[in-house]
């Protein structure tokens, strides 16, 4: 890690040849605290008395050293794994030993995810929803993290976490009904496919505006903070919408007021066309953490034990010390990043085939579960089987079912409807029944 | 070129060398005086406290405006105030002494991040928690603007009203102030008025700054509170001590007439108040001065009975003419009063340049040009 190094080698240009040697700092600003108090040993006492007083950095020194702080001459942060390739532990310490059957409706739902994406995607394709996002790769970063959350704590997300909701309890007919924009839907048919949302789940309203949710996240738990329920907020993003400045506010902001948020991104090397060598320079995402004075780990993404894991224990630490920890989930996006993509023009399907064939999250899991003989073919075939027909039913239930009323239109922009709104409903609903055959009105539930 | 030059020049030594004898543009001082509206000329008049309100104390504005905050941080336990410099008072004074008095949990200050504050602020009121965000100048709440327009704006729709962010409510220091130029005078208003989920409000003095502060503070949606920042020392009243509420979306008639209707907010309301008198003593004209208080959504029926009653509408604000408020308030007057107007819609405004630094005095809708708009209708 580059700062680690460039602050080992501060620590040793600092001591001037006496020898010093830390090879890994657990964390920087207390180890350094610690050394420039007068028991140090080792460093010459005129260094102390001399010691910066700039308020900027209290925890600094000087050096007569003209040194630049190069990213390139660290080492990147490692990527904590639990199981191989092969569904093989390598440390059983580190299985979190969760029981067969959550491990096995784990499984489940990640299939069933999988197969949830496979018919929407299909479904766009024919035309029968406007617009659809996969998870294609990236079923273990939610389920994984998921898991490892209490139910009330609250999650901000981006768009390619359907797993969480999933894992939460939304059900097929939830995910349809939004897809469908139908008069089930809990957002009234308002938003583009795929932007969920349920309070009873305390999943927030997905929006389309990439890193809005970011500060969002680190003002709710600030409040869930003052509010002492012993709660977290997890802020799901992706590598590309770390780019914005609002990422930038969101981490600032839950350091500095201590807020206890997991900030979870999902690096799946694409931001639609954009690789990350044209997103970023440094160590990826969570390399930024240190500027910020947050805690940061970075996990395999495609490994749901290690996802479950950290995201465990970045959950106890932000409830326990009330601070803002930053989880990077290294993954590969399999699918096109929408509907509206074809990923084929700027990545090789070669690419593609090694993490959907070779690498994958779901695969993975699967050969764990086969090595403890928990599931076998035959069992995979006939859970495909239901999956595939629990969706379809779900699927054609939200098909048929008519679109809300069209004052729902109005309706919620404000708590209640402005006199310049209802003047406008009015106007809306007299024009429609002067053209009755020029609008289709048959698809949708009759305003009362 | 070189005649602006020259101006400038002029203008600059005018300026500098204050006071002088005559104006080198021909005015007396005076005249120059009243052209130049700063903190020492602005005619601030008092409004009488609602009888009904209670005990009274002297608060200029930024006082009333913690006295709200006061109010609302010692009845709701979930309140916090927060942005840039307001837990040691503020740079206008406007949260002195809340740090001490509730902690430093309830008010404090926030990195230097306007789209952090507003995004903070929306996640905390998602919490249902009540969050009074300051942005240090109106000038600088653009690099907020899509948290206020995409996120604020729309939460409670786009989540079907699972969710919503309605006890946020977002301070700005807001219009000309002498000097202020083009990052410290703007108004922004216009801006907002265009977003659907949210409300616009701004006062015009300390009892109404109050009591709409508090009606924003507990409203259920977003609010954005701009506050004309000449007034913050400036305008001093009696305030009442207690709490109060002004009602969102409803205009104010200052004063009745019958032959022009004038519309205004804000610090123009007080150029709009000599603006009458003048029309009175000058031409015996007899104007209507309403305060609109509430940009969005906006008292249509107030001002639609005025213009009836009148026939003549005159609107005024700081904010540059082309898409100003201004706008919508004219084209939805002559599409419901056309048979009654006498007389074009007439708006006297910012013109449509950035604010200036040294031209302030000619760039503000000051009372003479007010005025002249005034005699221009009134003899259509």
Redesign the interface.
């Known amino acids: 890690m580059a700062a680690s190094t460039w602050l080992l080698r501060r620590a040793l240009v600092g001591s001037r040849g006496v020898s010093y040697h830390i090879k890994k700092l657990p964390n920087t600003l207390k180890a350094l605290r610690l050394c420039s108090s007068s028991s140090s040993a080792g460093r010459p006492q005129h260094e102390y008395q001399d010691k910066p007083r700039f308020p900027g950095a209290l925890n600094s020194y000087y050096t007569e050293k003209l040194e630049f702080d190069d990213p390139d001459d660290g080492e990147a942060i490692p990527v904590y794994r639990v199981m191989d390739r092969n569904g093989k532990v390598f440390n059983e310490a580190h299985d979190p030993k969760l029981d067969k059957e959550t491990i096995k409706n784990m499984y489940k739902q990640m299939t069933l995810l999988n197969t949830m994406d496979r018919i929407l995607y299909e479904s766009q394709r024919q035309g029968r929803i406007s617009f659809y996002m996969t998870n294609y790769g990236e079923e273990a970063t939610h389920f994984g993290s998921a898991a490892a959350l209490l139910p009330e704590d ?1 999650v ?1 997300g981006q768009y390619r976490e359907a797993g969480v909701l999933m894992w939460r309890g939304f059900t097929l007919d939830d995910f349809m009904n939004q897809c469908y924009a139908n008069q089930h ?4 048919g ?2 583009m496919p795929v ?1 969920y ?3 009873n789940l305390n999943f ?2 997905i ?1 389309s ?1 990439l890193a ?1 949710q ?11 903070k ?2 002492g329920t012993g709660n977290c907020v997890i802020c799901y993003f992706g590598e590309g919408a770390a780019s914005e ?2 990422a ?3 981490f ?2 839950a350091a ?2 201590e807020a206890p948020v997991i900030f979870f991104c999902r690096n799946n090397g694409y931001a639609i066309s954009t690789p990350t060598g044209d997103q970023y320079r440094g160590d990826g995402i969570g390399n930024c953490y240190r500027g910020y004075g947050m805690k940061a780990i970075r996990v395999d993404g495609n490994d749901v034990f290690a996802v479950y894991n950290v995201t465990k224990a970045a959950r106890k630490i932000a409830v326990e010390q009330s601070q803002p920890i930053m989880v990077e989930a290294m993954t590969y996006r399999i699918g096109h990043h929408s509907t509206s993509d074809d990923s084929s023009v700027y990545r090789s399907l070669k690419e593609v085939n090694y993490w959907d064939k070779e690498d994958h999250p779901i695969g993975r899991l699967r050969h764990y579960m086969e090595n403890k003989e928990w599931w076998n073919s035959k069992m995979e075939e006939e859970w495909k089987r239901e999956a595939r027909q629990q969706v379809m039913a779900a699927f054609s239930r939200a098909e048929k079912a008519l679109k809300p009323p069209v004052e729902e239109m109005f ?5 209640t409807l ?4 209802k003047k406008q409903y009015k106007e809306c609903m007299d024009h429609v029944a002067k053209y009755p055959h020029e609008y289709p009105t048959e698809l949708y539930q009759p305003d009362k | 070129m070189a005649g602006v030059r020259e101006l400038t020049k002029l203008l600059k030594s005018h300026l500098l060398h204050f006071p002088r004898k005559s104006h080198p543009l021909g005015g007396s001082r005076s005249a120059f005086q009243t052209y130049g509206r700063c903190a020492s000329t602005l005619t601030f008049v008092p409004d009488s406290p609602s009888p009904l309100d209670g005990e009274t104390q002297k608060m200029n504005l930024f006082q009333s405006l913690t006295n709200a905050m006061d109010i609302i941080l010692d009845s709701d336990p979930t309140s916090v105030v927060f942005g840039e410099d307001v837990a040691f008072g503020g740079v206008f004074r406007c949260t002195v002494g809340l740090k001490d008095k509730y902690g430093k949990d309830r008010v404090f200050n926030t990195p230097l991040s306007e789209q952090g504050i507003v995004g903070f602020g929306i996640g905390m009121a998602a919490a249902g928690a009540t969050a009074i965000a300051e942005i240090q100048f109106a000038d600088y709440i653009f690099p907020a603007f899509d948290q206020l327009v995409n996120e604020a704006a729309k939460f409670r729709y786009r989540s079907g009203n699972l969710f919503n962010c309605g006890s946020l409510t977002v301070r700005a220091p807001c219009g000309a102030v002498g000097h202020g130029a083009h990052y410290h005078s703007q108004s922004v208003e216009s801006f907002f008025a265009h977003v659907p989920g949210l409300k616009v409000v701004i006062p015009r003095g300390p009892i109404q700054a109050k009591g709409l502060l508090l009606s924003s503070i507990r409203d259920k949606n977003p609010v954005v509170f701009f506050e004309p920042k000449i007034l913050y020392r400036q305008a001093v009243e009696e305030v009442p001590v207690g709490d109060y509420e002004i009602p969102l979306s409803e205009a104010e008639i200052l004063e009745e007439g019958s032959d022009v209707t004038v519309v205004g907010w804000g610090t123009q309301i007080h150029v709009l108040r000599d603006v009458c008198k003048m029309a009175k003593d000058q031409l015996g004209v007899s104007c209507e001065l309403i305060d609109l208080r509430t940009i969005l959504p906006w008292d249509e029926d107030t001002v639609f009975k005025s213009v009836m009653k009148t026939g003549r509408l005159l609107i005024a604000h700081e904010a540059t003419l082309t898409g100003g408020f201004g706008a919508e308030i004219s084209s939805t007057v002559q599409e419901h009063c056309f048979l009654s107007l006498e007389a074009p819609i007439q708006r006297v405004c910012g013109w449509d340049t950035p604010f200036p630094h040294i031209f302030e005095p000619f760039y503000l809708p000051d009372k003479w040009r007010c005025f002249e708009a005034l005699k221009k209708i009134s003899s259509y």
């Open positions: 609250v901000l839907d809990f957002g009234k308002r938003q932007h949302g349920s309070k927030i309203t929006s505006t809005t970011m500060p969002q996240a680190s003002g709710y738990a600030y409040a869930v003052r509010a400045g609002d930038h506010a969101a600032n902001f500095t007021l309706s919620d922009v404000y708590d402005p006199s310049r709104l």
